[in-house]
């Protein structure tokens, strides 16, 4: 145990003494959570070019109040009010006559002009609209523009053009539009917790309001330090492993230490590399939760359960990869044999949404009971605002430690017959035997 832990003191040191070391531990928050970073920097800071859209009105009606309503935006609505600066493009409506004696060589016009940049998107109001019948077509409102998909002007005229038609069937039905507005009147559902009560005072607490990002944050950010937690270990030990294979080095340290505590010397380095970056992530997130007044929504009491699944975790893979490392010769012989281990790392980072969404379901349940996919989903199930079974996260941690068990038994048996092996590329059967004869 000495030597393996002197081995583990070295690989340690030579790993958080590095300048890469320190550039990872900066870097790696924002390249996992750069996506969201990156969308609200440049929240206010997209095309501000104004957009011009043609709209052919066959209603004759439709079209007036959408170039009101545009106006209006226009001058309230694009500008930051602190500072005046322009944040969002203008909206102009150009209204065109239809040309009904040639309505498809209109639209081809106006797709034409789009395409050279005049106009930046065309309206076709269909002459039904206001009292759609039988004919479909005629009751449509077709928008056209080179990506109708991600495209906030479309999203934005529904409204406009939906009061405006609702106002027109009010005033020919000679009703009371305000009247109808108040028996029309869409009310909203707040989303609340449930209700409390306070272990100090035993006082009944009123349920607070829940949005997405606090339902999401918690979730989000263990899947994630969970898997950074991971890679910093699993990937650097194959590559070690492999440059020491190939190098003969490894042949030099096994000539004062066994396998058994060479790996496990290396093991417990790169864990240890791993728990230390965790560790400078979870102090200061909970500083700047702290200080941006959210610390509320830490999950503090899953912690623990953060720190037991995680060391599971890397034990479990961290042995694996070791394994894939020692029997193979070269990088490209490793790529093969590793892809079955990415299934299990990578599939737990796909599914972990639904699973947040609904961790009751059966789905759910027993994806978080297979020992590979415990780690990540069972913390996902447990930081979501429904409550679980608590038998089930004890489970999944003793289905864990008896994998992981057995896991780096067997790549320890591996370990010993594959690192001093040469030349011949492994096969899926030579390791199976490795793990089971030794």
Same mark, same amino acid.
């Not at 322009?86 to 004696?101: C, D, L, M, T």
């Not at 830490?298 to 890397?314: N, T």
């Given at each position: ?27 790696? $928050?924002?390249?996992? %959570?750069?996506? &969201? *970073?990156?969308?609200?920097? /440049? ?12 709209? /052919? ?39 065109? +006559?239809?040309? +009904? ?56 005229? &529904? ?5 405006? #038609? ?8 000679? !009703? ?39 339902? *999401?944050?918690? $979730?989000?950010? !263990? ?7 991971? /890679?910093?270990?699993?990937? =650097? ?11 003969? *080095? ?20 790169? *864990? ?25 929504? &830490?999950?503090?009491?899953?912690? =623990? ?12 893979? %961290? ?5 894939? %490392? ?13 892809? =079955? ?30 020992? =590979?996919?415990?780690? &990540?989903?069972?913390? #996902?199930? /447990?930081?979501? $605002? ?38 011949? $590329? ?13």
């Amino acid at each position: 145990m000495r030597k393996a832990l002197l081995i583990a003191a070295r690989d340690y040191n030579a790993a958080v003494r590095t300048k890469g070391f320190i550039i990872g531990l900066v870097v790696l $928050p924002f390249l996992l %959570g750069g996506s &969201i *970073i990156i969308v609200k920097l /440049m929240e206010d800071r997209g095309d501000t070019r104004d957009r011009r859209i043609a709209v /052919m009105d066959r209603t004759g009606e439709i079209a007036p109040a959408l170039v009101e309503a545009a106006e209006r935006r226009n001058e309230f609505d694009i500008y930051d009010r602190e500072t005046g600066r322009k944040v969002r493009p203008a909206y102009i409506f150009e209204i065109v +006559e239809p040309a +009904e004696a040639n309505i498809e060589g209109q639209r081809l016009e106006l797709s034409n002009r789009v395409r050279a940049g005049e106009i930046f998107a065309f309206v076709e109001i269909g002459r039904d609209v206001l009292y759609p019948g039988e004919d479909a077509e005629a009751a449509r409102i077709a928008y056209h523009s080179e990506d109708p998909v991600f495209d906030n002007v479309r999203n934005w005229m &529904i409204s406009p053009i939906n009061d405006r #038609v609702r106002s027109l069937r009010v005033a020919q039905a000679d !009703l009371d539009e305000e009247i109808v507005n108040r028996l029309t009147r869409w009310m909203p559902i707040d989303g609340l917790g449930l209700i409390t009560v306070d272990e100090d005072t035993g006082e009944v607490k009123d349920a607070e309001r829940k949005n997405e990002w606090e339902t *999401i944050g918690a $979730p989000y950010a !263990l899947v994630m330090l969970m898997f950074m937690l991971i /890679m910093v270990t699993v990937n =650097p030990l194959l590559h070690s492993t492999l440059e020491e294979k190939m190098h003969r *080095i490894a042949e030099v340290l096994l000539g004062s230490a066994r396998p058994s505590q060479l790996m496990a010397g290396k093991l417990l380095a790169a *864990i240890g590399v791993s728990i230390t970056m965790v560790s400078v992530y979870i102090v200061a997130g909970t500083i700047a939760a702290h200080y941006m007044n959210i610390s509320e929504f &830490i999950p503090y009491h899953l912690l =623990p359960w953060f720190v037991i699944y995680g060391i599971s975790a890397l034990f479990m893979f %961290g042995a694996l990869f070791l394994a894939v %490392g020692s029997a193979c010769n070269d990088l490209k012989e490793a790529q093969s044999m590793m892809m =079955p281990l990415w299934v299990f790392l990578m599939l737990p980072m796909l599914v972990w949404f639904p699973v947040m969404r609904e961790p009751t379901r059966s789905f759910a349940t027993w994806l978080s009971l297979f020992p =590979p996919f415990t780690p &990540i989903l069972m913390l #996902v199930r /447990m930081a979501s $605002p429904v409550s679980i079974p608590m038998w089930q996260p004890w489970v999944g941690l003793l289905g864990v430690t008896l994998f992981t068990i057995a896991a780096v038994w067997a790549a320890g048996r591996i370990y010993r017959v594959g690192i001093l092996m040469y030349g011949k $590329p492994p096969k899926l059967t030579d390791i199976l035997r490795w793990a089971l004869r030794g």
